[in-house]
Structures are given as C-alpha cells and as structure tokens.
C-alpha cells in the first residue's frame, strides 16, 4: 500500500492531505477505543465493589460498629475523669449532647456503609450474555453521542437526557433499555440534523495520554484490583477470618470499657445530676 502511494507521489500538497487525514483518523480511533475502554473499567469496578460489599460488607460494618462504640467509651471515660478533676459533678444532658456531636461523624460513615451492604446485597446479577451485549449496544451508543467525542450532549439538554438513560442502563446491563436507546439517539440526531461523522478533538494527543494514565490508574488502585481477591475462594475467608478475629478484639475492649466506665461510676466519686422537665 505505501508503494501505491508513493508511486502518486507527484502531487506532493494531496499526498501531504492524504497523510494528515489518515495520520488524523488513526489518532480518533485510538481515542474512541481509549474511551470506551476506560468507560468500561469504570464500569468493571463499580461491579467488582458490588461483590466486594456483598462478600465483606456485613463484617467491614460490624467492625466498624464495634469499633465506634470503643471511642464512644473512650470518650466517656474521659469525660468522667475531667469531672472528676473538677468535682466529681456530670450534667447527663450536657454529657449527651457533647457525645452526640463528638460521635456525629462516626455514625453517618456507619450508617452510609450499612447503606451501601443493603443496596449491594439486594443488587441483581447479569447473565453472561446481558453483560456481552450491554457492551456492544453501549460502545455502538457511545460512539454517537459520548460527551468526549459528540460535543452537542453537553449542550443540548434532550442529548444529555438521552446520555444519562443509556449509563444507567449500561451500569445495570439492561439490553432492553439500551436497545430502545439506540433507536431514540439515532432519531434525535436525525431531528437535529445531525450527521454520524467523526468529530475533530483539540489537544487529541493530550487527550489520550491522559486517558491511558487514568486507564492505568484504574487498573491498579481499588475497587479494581479486589479482583483477584474476589477470585481467590482461599483468600475470601482469610479475609473473613480476619474481619472475624477483628470484630471479636473490638467486642472484647467494649466490653472492658464499658466495665471501667462502671466502675467509675461505683467507685469513682462521680454524681451524675438528671435534668427535669
């Protein structure tokens, strides 16, 4: 083929434009495909954390649980002793108050995480098939109307609507919906008078290297590479053992602080004042 074109080699200016144009479109689609692979590791793992939160969350939760009432204690028990310092005298109301806001923090993260193990646990699974041919209804969508290649989804609001519903229905394998996607883009970008041509990209090269770095990025940090944990049957329950050994330390030292706050309170010369109404 390069011989064939060097023998046109005459018209130096239309072969310079035959260069740039082939040089061009080799760099767009290293670019689509660049983007559609990262679009689909993101996708990857957000499955992998579903089963990761599947398997762990429940102990992951508990342990933290645990663990919070432990600095909850902790805190109590210092509380006690500064009142000690003091007197010997504890407003209950205003202790509460104080543990409340101390404690605020820690028990939003804890209701976030048992949050997430309920939504994951109740999370449907996708044949093998669905997640096959999500991926090709997707990558023929996004090669339509993906904000990175098709500039018009980020300004025109129906386009953005449209996006919106097909990552959704990517994220949940559902053909159906990505399948009546591809009929409904295919007639607004005909309303719009639009045309199924490839999009000239500022700064490509930029774009694509950044691209390959976040790629990478991916690859190598969590949730993905929980991967080749999840695939590990020996390495899932020495997790679990250890989540279990973890949980049962932290109940453990619950239960002694809350004995030493007991204690405090018989033997310590503390008075706890109740407010009433």
Not at 102 to 112: C, D, F, K, P, Q
Not at 123 to 128: L, R
Not at 256 to 269: D, P, W, Y
């Amino acid at each position: 083929m390069d011989q064939n074109r060097a023998s046109r080699g005459n018209e130096k200016d239309g072969g310079a434009a035959m260069e740039l144009l082939k040089s061009g479109q080799t760099q767009y689609e290293e670019y689509e495909t660049l983007l559609l692979e990262r679009d689909q590791l993101r996708k990857e793992a957000g499955q992998i954390w579903t089963v990761y939160i599947q398997t762990f969350g429940k102990l992951i939760a508990d342990v933290y649980e645990e663990k919070i009432e432990c600095i909850k204690c902790r805190k109590t028990i210092a509380y006690y002793q500064r009142a000690l310092n003091r007197g010997g005298i504890i407003d209950q109301e205003a202790m509460q108050q104080y543990l409340e806001q101390e404690m605020a923090s820690y028990y939003r993260n804890l209701a976030h995480m048992q949050d997430d193990y309920r939504k994951c646990k109740n999370a449907g699974t996708s044949t093998t098939y669905e997640v096959q041919r999500s991926r090709t209804l997707y990558r023929r969508l996004a090669k339509l109307i993906h904000p990175d290649i098709f500039p018009e989804t980020d300004r025109n609001e129906s386009f953005r609507e449209l996006w919106q519903r097909i990552l959704t229905a990517y994220n949940h394998n559902d053909i159906k919906t990505l399948s009546e996607m591809e009929v409904l883009v295919r007639k607004a970008l005909k309303e719009a008078g639009g045309k199924e041509i490839k999009i000239d990209i500022p700064d490509i090269g930029e774009k694509i290297d950044a691209l390959k770095e976040e790629i990478h990025s991916i690859r190598h940090t969590d949730p993905y590479t929980y991967k080749a944990l999840l695939e590990d049957d020996g390495a899932v329950r020495k997790k679990k053992a250890e989540l279990q050994d973890e949980l049962d330390s932290y109940k453990k030292y619950h239960e002694e602080l809350k004995e030493a706050i007991h204690q405090i309170i018989t033997n310590g010369g503390i008075t706890i004042q109740w407010r009433m109404n």
